[in-house]
């Protein structure tokens, strides 16, 4: 604490009341309506994990906390967002805004950069996690990070490292959750599970709102969960927090619109018609989100094991690049064999063994990818993500400028691969224990969204910090070259043959949907309950 500095700046309550701060839209900060955030305002536990839903004031608390700490208790912070953008989009209409707003805010800034402000003799710096250089330059007491579940994983990890010098090495970290069991869900869990309880005034039992029991559905009104009493405004304000891990060394608070008096049952009610399941549980309710036709657990894929002998003919191979390559191979009657190498002609010997169609990851290493595709025309092929943003195509065929190349929009193929995983129509033909390895690189992968700079939410799969997921991805490119062995309009132009019309899968709206002629297909297996592993 700095000598000599006034009684109200011992606290930040203190100091917010005392110079009544107004927030970035000019208006006099309130803690009536906001009662659950006083606890949280006055909390310097050095570490804290908050995971919350939006709109209820925690940009707000950041934003005076980290100043109060910098300014009058000698504390340089780290303040991370996901992006240069999102920084910039933070700093200006949030931090710049109530500077503006608060002469006493502006008494103690002595330097001001959009990146760096200086208050008093202490340093915030707002950076985006998007670039390893710029984490590695600066070091810091506190490490605020913001919307952790949407940030580069890697990069937090080594703003982390950047606490090590200091005496303090706070971290506090906030996010609206994505995905169960990752970021800040998975760090929530490990906290002391702070909850806001409040108590009926009909039958006096303390309870937390929950989407499930708190909310008539057909009245559209808050209700107690034990009586079924309609709950007040008042009551909903007069709540208090309790933690349900007491004894844990980390802070956690859970954050949601139904604690928040402003937003009404029938709001709430509203927005789970209008939104998408992960819009609510992640922005409103402030919980994780998994989808569950997308969810790629270890039951999932034990449900598509399919053991015993089949035939090891018309054989595709897809291959994920890297220093050590990993290989999926099979046909129609599912995945074989998968495994890995160091050596390119070892995936060589594999193509040539089985005279495979095989699909190669471009990157990072292309120039051994790109041989092999002149090597064997019309027999390998490589690979490119790219997001398809002129058509519904999840792959895209080849043009003459691009033969030998196959593009697929990355969301959408992986959206499929997960839905035919979930389904069952997928088979592994292996035993469980030959799965198991499979069975970790796909469970480290999620669905999440995430909002474009047109303010879309876009669904997005990611990795687990510092987990494999090569085998899904190889996965992936099997199950795209598959489609040449599936009919003849697949992704795959066989040489001198007339085009036809696209069968590619397709996502529209967010919903899958198989491309194929089904009726096509039907006609071919001979029976309609046949599927392409019949053909």
């Known amino acids: 604490m700095k000598e000599g500095t006034p009684l109200a700046y011992h606290s930040v309550l203190a100091w917010i009341y005392e110079n009544q701060f107004k927030n970035e839209n000019d208006k006099l900060i309130e803690f009536t309506d906001h009662r659950f955030l006083l606890q949280p305002y006055h909390d310097d536990h050095p570490d804290q994990v908050i995971m919350k839903s939006a ?33 910039k989009d933070f700093v200006e209409p949030k931090v710049d805004a109530m500077i503006r707003n608060n002469q006493a805010l502006r008494e103690i800034l002595k330097s001001d950069r959009q990146n ?33 579940d949407r940030s580069d994983q890697k990069i937090l990890g080594i703003y982390r490292s950047r606490l090590q010098a200091s005496e303090y090495g706070w971290m506090w970290r906030f996010s609206n959750p994505s995905v169960s069991n990752f970021g800040v869900h ?5 906290s002391d599970m702070h909850r806001w309880i409040i108590q009926c005034t009909g039958c006096k039992k303390w309870q937390t709102l929950t ?11 808050y209700i107690c969960s034990s009586c079924g009493k309609e709950l007040t405004n008042e009551e909903r304000i007069r709540g208090k927090w309790r933690a349900f891990n007491p004894g844990a060394k980390r802070r956690g608070y859970h954050v949601s619109q139904l604690m928040a008096p402003w937003v009404s049952a029938s709001k709430i009610c509203e927005q789970f018609r209008e939104e998408s399941p992960e ?3 992640n922005f409103v309710l402030g919980e994780p989100y998994t989808v569950a036709d997308l969810t790629i657990d270890r039951s999932a894929l034990i449900k598509c094991l399919a053991p015993g002998k089949v035939p090891m003919d018309d054989m595709c191979l897809g291959v994920d690049n890297g220093v050590t390559k990993h290989w999926v191979l099979g ?13 390119w002609d070892e995936i060589e010997r594999i193509i040539k063994h089985y005279n495979c169609y095989t699909l190669i990851d471009a990157n990072p290493y292309p120039n051994v990818p790109k041989e092999l595709a002149e ?9 490119y993500y790219i997001q398809d943003r002129k058509g519904l195509s999840t792959v895209r065929k080849m043009t003459k400028q691009d033969r030998g190349v196959i593009h697929s929009d990355r969301t959408k193929i992986l959206d499929f691969l997960a839905g035919e995983i979930t389904s069952g129509k997928l088979k592994f033909v292996m035993t469980d224990r030959e799965l198991e390895e499979m069975i970790y690189h796909c469970s480290n992968v999620y669905r999440t969204l995430e909002t474009n700079s047109q303010q879309i939410q876009k669904g997005v799969w990611l990795t687990k910090e510092n987990k494999p997921d090569h085998y899904y991805h190889a996965l992936c490119y099997w199950r795209i070259i598959l489609e040449e062995t599936l009919t003849p309009s697949g992704v795959v132009v066989r040489p001198n043959e007339p085009q036809k019309r696209s069968n590619a899968i397709v996502v529209e709206d967010d919903k899958i949907s198989a491309g194929f002629d089904l009726r096509e297909i039907a006609r071919k297996a001979g029976k309609v309950q046949k599927d392409w592993r019949s053909i």
Do not use: C
């Open 279 to 281: 819009f609510f549980y």
């Open 331 to 343: 046909n129609k009657h599912g995945v074989i064999r998968y495994g890995k190498t160091d050596s």
């Open 55 to 87: 709109q209820i004031g925690w940009s707000m608390l950041a934003v005076l906390k980290s100043i109060h700490l910098a300014a009058y208790k000698g504390l340089n912070i780290i303040y991370s967002l996901p992006t240069q953008n999102a920084m």
């Open 211 to 221: 989407w499930e029991d708190s909310i008539d559905k057909k009245k559209e009104i």
């Open 186 to 190: 998975e760090l929530w869990l490990n």
């Open 116 to 148: 760096l402000k200086r208050y008093n003799d202490r340093y915030i710096y707002y950076r985006g996690a998007f670039g390893e250089r710029e984490a590695i330059t600066i070091s810091a007491d506190l490490l605020i990070q913001d919307e952790l």
């Open 375 to 383: 090597k064997y025309p019309h027999k390998v092929f490589i690979h």
